[in-house]
């Protein structure tokens, strides 16, 4: 798969790396910061970048995000399928996204691929966006100075920030969390009646702080439960 390889649009975001792989935060105790949101999880998930000598960490990087993107051709059902993406996360949009490092498309394909679920805080808007529903292990990252970081001790106090927040970070190419198929067909394909047996045959409770569920309140359970049921 040549789609990166043509390319080498990463330069811009790599150029102002020195020869250190992180740069220290000398005003607190810090998690080391990096350039881009790739360097950030490989650091954390690939296990072979920290033996990389800091000269060769960039070509690896290339290398890495190549083999990723190539998987999604070559492995399509275990590297793209089995996500089951709607059409807003097509297949050439997250190899772009790869290839660029600091697209939306980019975060939360490798989120799944790593099987992560990142919350970004966004420090020039004191905004937390948790960028997928799905309930897993929580990746708690920071943008800050445009730089990156992990988030391993206390958490900054940060508002709910809506998704659009992003793109403060990132090029927002995804502008939705929502971006898996969701288990059930429109809402309007269904009467309340059909909406409770389907959440009793799924022991989804009917009732939330002491009132019957609405329709729509039925609707997301059940959605939700699907989404989670192989996270």
Known sequence: MDLLTKHDKGKTFCDSITSSSYLQDSTKKSEPVYSTIVDLFFSCFDPHYSLIENKDKQLYIKQLLVSIATEIDEDKSNKYDNFNYLKCMNSTLIQQGLQAMNTVSCLLYLSDYYG??????VESLKSLIVTSDKVRKE??????????SELTGELPDYKQGDFKG???????DVKTKDIYKKYLNPIGKYKSPELIQIAKDMDIPLVKDGKKKVKKELYDDINFYQLNLHS
């Open 116 to 121: 992560v679920t990142t919350h970004v805080y």
């Open 139 to 148: 990746f708690h990252i920071k943008f800050s100075n445009n730089k990156w």
């Open 166 to 172: 992003l793109g403060e970070a990132f090029v927002l």
